[in-house]
Every structure is written in C-alpha cells, then in structure tokens.
C-alpha cells in the first residue's frame, strides 16, 4: 500500500515570497503519478500541478514547480511570487501508473498568504 | 460543460436516517470516484466505478451502498446514516479509455451532518 506523508500541517508567508511545501511518499511502484491540489476556502479540488514518475525533469505551471526526487520519493510543491489567492489547503496525492486507480492523499498543508 | 457536478451541496440528517448523494459528470469519463475528507485528513476512497456496470470497494466502504446508474452518474447511499459518517463528500470522474490519462477532476463537495 502507499502512503503520503505532509509534514507540515501550517504555514504561512508574506505575499510576493516564495514558499515550499513538503511531500514524501511510500511505495514499491516504479511508474505512477503525483499530483498536487489545492482546495480554497469553497472546498473545490482544485488540480495545481502533476508529475509523471518516469520523466525526470521536473513539471512547472506558471509560479507552480515541483522538486522531485525520485530515489528519495520527495515530491516538494514550490510557489513563487506567492498571492493572496494561493491561501488554501494544498495536498498532494499518489496514484500508481496503470488501471484504474484511485488518489492517495496527504493530510494536507494550510498555507496562508499574509498581506 | 458544467465538469461533475453533486447534489446537495448540505445536508443534516439524524441517526438512522438514510439518503443518497447523487453525482453527474458531462465529460464522457469512464471512471467514477466517492471519497470522503474528515478534518485532519486528506480525502479516503469509499468506492469507484470503472466503467458503467462495474463498482469496487475502497478504503472505507462500510454503511455505503452505490449505484452507477449510467456512463454520467455515480451515486452513494447511506442507508442507515450514523455520526462517523459526518464529513465532506467528494465525487470524481476521471477518463481511463485513452492511455496516459490520470487526472481526476472533482465535484464541488456534499457536506454532511449526522446528529
């Protein structure tokens, strides 16, 4: 079984800064998915950035990037030019590569964005 | 497109009392997902469908019943509603026809009370 792990329950950060959440995950799969999601305040699951195990560089999308670290299975979510709109809980999520799989979530990380 | 969408949005039930939470999705997906998100935890798969006709278990199945009533909806039954099935429920699609495809896209949340 897979587990995902968030150490850190809270953070918080001065708008414009750059901040960095953490992920590590546990698993004996060699090709599947990460993802992480950020639900605001409204509650919707919103998809911010996804990763494909296989592919070594690592995914951006905008101020969004990831570090990822394939042997050390870390999976770190780093937001740059942080804005007010980035307050939410993020998670990250597992999911191996084949069939039909489901999510695995982290207990999430509350980020506030501090004017 | 309107994505997946659930209704209700709230709902406050007392013990024993039975109700079914209905999801839609408009985006041909194959895949059908029920988790559900206590506080301090990330979501937990209840059940999934993989295709119409089809339905398995997840982490957490127990006093959950579900219907995929066709390709678009996927629905969950509490049939005898008790306090620990307080949570926020989300729905899910996600398409598995094509290969390479791992997003799952999420309804907007039933919150639910049991007294």
């Known amino acids: 079984a897979q587990t995902v792990t968030q150490s850190q329950p809270e953070m918080s950060v001065q708008e414009a800064e750059t901040v960095t959440l953490s992920c590590t995950y546990d698993?004996?799969?060699?090709?599947?998915?990460l993802f992480w999601y950020k639900q605001p305040p409204s509650r919707q699951m919103i998809l911010v950035i996804r990763?494909?195990?296989?592919?070594?560089q690592n995914a951006t999308e905008n101020r969004f990037s990831v570090n990822f670290q394939k042997a050390a299975k870390s999976f770190s979510l780093k937001i740059s030019d942080s804005q007010l709109g980035d307050t939410a809980m993020y998670f990250c999520?597992?999911?191996?590569?084949?069939?039909?799989?489901?999510?695995?979530f982290g207990t999430g990380t509350r980020l506030t964005i501090i004017p | 497109n309107a994505g997946v969408t659930q209704t209700p949005k709230f709902q406050v039930l007392k013990t024993g009392q039975s109700m079914t939470l209905q999801c839609a999705q408009d985006?041909?997906?194959?895949?059908m997902y029920w988790y559900r998100q206590d506080p301090g935890m990330g979501l937990r798969l209840i059940y999934y469908?993989?295709?119409?006709?089809?339905?398995d278990k997840g982490e957490v199945p127990n006093g959950y019943n579900v219907s995929r009533l066709n390709k678009r909806e996927f629905s969950l039954r509490l049939e005898s509603a008790a306090p620990s099935q307080t949570s926020v429920y989300f729905c899910?699609?996600?398409?598995?026809?094509?290969?390479?495809?791992?997003?799952?896209?999420f309804g907007p949340g039933t919150r639910l009370t049991v007294l």
């Open positions: 899910a699609s996600r398409e598995t026809q094509r290969a390479f495809t791992d997003t799952q896209y």
């Open positions: 698993t004996s799969e060699s090709n599947y998915y």
């Open positions: 990763q494909e195990a296989y592919k070594q």
């Open positions: 999520a597992f999911m191996k590569y084949f069939g039909n799989e489901k999510l695995t």
């Open positions: 985006m041909n997906h194959n895949s």
């Open positions: 469908s993989a295709s119409e006709g089809t339905t």
